[in-house]
Structures are given as structure tokens and as C-alpha cells.
């Protein structure tokens, strides 16, 4: 999300767990399968959150 104002809606901002954790070389869930953690990670389902 950029550092700045913007109207758009906070769901244009969501984005794959896969996709930060290659920007910042964190592997946020190193305790899982490798099959569930690559099919969670790389994923999303911004529709099921209550974003305002």
C-alpha cells in the first residue's frame, strides 16, 4: 500500500502472503505442509473480510 491518501477501496490493496514474502525474504509460515503452505500463501479472498 503506498504512503499516501487515496480513495480507493482497501480491497485494491490485497495482495498473496507468496507476494510479500519474495519482496521481503520472510517466509511467514515455515511450519507447514509445503502443500498447504503453497496453496494458502498463494492465494486470496478479499471478499471474505470485512474491509470498510
Do not use: R, Y
Not at 521481503?24 to 471478499?47: C, R, V, Y
Amino acid at each position: 500500500m503506498p504512503n499516501q491518501s487515496s480513495t480507493l477501496k482497501l480491497n485494491q490493496f490485497v495482495v498473496k502472503v507468496d507476494d510479500i514474502e519474495k519482496l521481503t525474504g520472510i517466509d511467514f509460515f515455515p511450519g507447514l505442509d509445503d502443500k498447504l503452505e503453497n496453496q494458502l500463501e498463494g492465494e486470496m479472498h478479499a471478499e471474505n473480510w470485512d474491509l470498510k
